[in-house]
T-cell receptor, first 113, second 112 residues
Framework: ETGVTQSPTHLIKTRGQQVTLRCSSQSGHNTVSWYQQALGQGPQFIFQ???????GRGNFPPRFSGLQFPNYSSELNVNALELDDSALYLCASSFGLAGNEQFFGPGTRLTVL | SQQGEEDPQALSIQEGENATMNCSYKTSINNLQWYRQNSGRGLVHLIL?????REKHSGRLRVTLDTSKKSSSLLITASRAADTASYFCATDGPGGSYIPTFGRGTSLIVHP
């Protein structure tokens, strides 16, 4: 059984640029959730995809967008990067929607200069 | 907001001692989950407790849930230096959705 993987591990961008983060879900999981974690804070929910459809969205602007593929892997895209977007971005996969255990990837550390 | 809030924010203990962390939330939930995070890495799921359960155990971990007080506690018995990490509770999202909503966490340091 393969765990959740994320790429890249670290990323440095400048303000105004665009970034794409990737997540491969654990085998057998059809739900992927994305979180943003600023330093010293808890993870903040960005959005969730279930079977390729967006299932819910947190309080993030439209420049945060996502996608889930038929193999249930997922992408998080952020346009027009701002300094405050610097954070650890976490992806979590699970099976179904009924509050089942989420398995987290190691995260992508994004720094915006 | 249904976000859980952990207390204390930081906890420092000696190896072998017990560590207790608390989580309070504001509205009814379907379930509550506890996670551990080491040094800004991915979160590791510890225990899920459903609203109709009062207590769950997993190894040295004991979680209680008091829905009347809207609170939960995580007890780590006989702590080890390897337990040093941040611990988060996650409750249901707005409108009773099953999307976990995290608090700010408790930073636990276990001194050898």
């Amino acid at each position: 059984e393969t765990g959740v993987t994320q790429s890249p591990t670290h990323l440095i961008k400048t303000r105004g640029q665009q970034v794409t983060l990737r997540c491969s879900s654990q085998s057998g999981h059809n739900t992927v959730s994305w979180y943003q974690q600023a330093l010293g804070q808890g993870p903040q929910f960005i959005f969730q995809y279930y079977r390729e459809e967006e299932n819910g969205r947190g309080n993030f602007p439209p420049r945060f967008s996502g996608l889930q593929f038929p193999n249930y892997s997922s992408e998080l895209n952020v346009n027009a990067l701002e300094l405050d977007d610097s954070a650890l971005y976490l992806c979590a996969s699970s099976f179904g929607l009924a509050g089942n255990e989420q398995f987290f990837g190691p995260g992508t550390r994004l720094t915006v200069l | 907001s249904q976000q859980g809030e952990e207390d204390p924010q930081a906890l420092s203990i000696q190896e072998g001692e017990n560590a207790t962390m608390n989580c309070s939330y504001k509205t009814s939930i379907n379930n509550l989950q506890w996670y551990r995070q080491n040094s800004g890495r991915g979160l590791v799921h510890l225990i899920l407790i459903r609203s109709n359960e009062r207590e769950k155990h997993s190894g040295r971990l004991r979680v209680t849930l008091d829905t009347s007080k809207k609170s939960s506690s995580l007890l780590i018995t006989a702590s080890r230096a390897a337990d040093t990490a941040s611990y988060f509770c996650a409750t249901d999202g707005p409108g009773g959705s099953y999307i976990p909503t995290f608090g700010r966490g408790t930073s636990l340091i276990v001194h050898p």
